[in-house]
Nanobody, 118 residues
Framework: QVQLQESGPGLVKPSQTLSLTCTVS??????????WHWIRQPPGKGLECMGY???????NYNPSFKSRTSISRDTSKNQFSLQLSSVTPEDTAVYYC??????????WGQGTQVTVSS
């Protein structure tokens, strides 16, 4: 069973860069046709897909975040990461990593709360 675990600071100051890592166990991030997503949920709002990195290293960003977002991976550690720059309080959210294949999300991390505040 594939399991995902987010990690990173819970508090980030405005204008700084938010950095999160998702550690995957029970499966490889290079498994064919798996896509590894970052998704967030601001308080009182719905889920927002930020982007993903594919099994083959291809990356796709939500245009709403593209100018501020960078997704990368470390296959030796079976991890993938998110960086969101120039954060504001509106970036306060629960951030999730998730595994998707054939347009279905099969595995989710438990989520990590990130608060942007001075």
């Amino acid at each position: 069973q594939v399991q995902l675990q987010e990690s990173g600071p819970g508090l980030v100051k405005p204008s700084q860069t938010l950095s999160l890592t998702c550690t995957v166990s029970g499966g490889s991030i290079t498994t064919n046709y798996d896509y590894w997503h970052w998704i967030r949920q601001p308080p009182g709002k719905g889920l927002e897909c930020m982007g993903y990195i594919g099994y083959d290293g291809t990356i796709n960003y939500n245009p709403s975040f593209k100018s501020r977002t960078s997704i990368s991976r470390d296959t030796s550690k079976n991890q993938f990461s998110l960086q969101l720059s120039s954060v504001t309080p509106e970036d306060t959210a629960v951030y999730y990593c998730a595994r998707e294949t054939t347009f279905t999300f099969y595995s989710w991390g438990q989520g990590t709360q990130v608060t942007v505040s001075s």
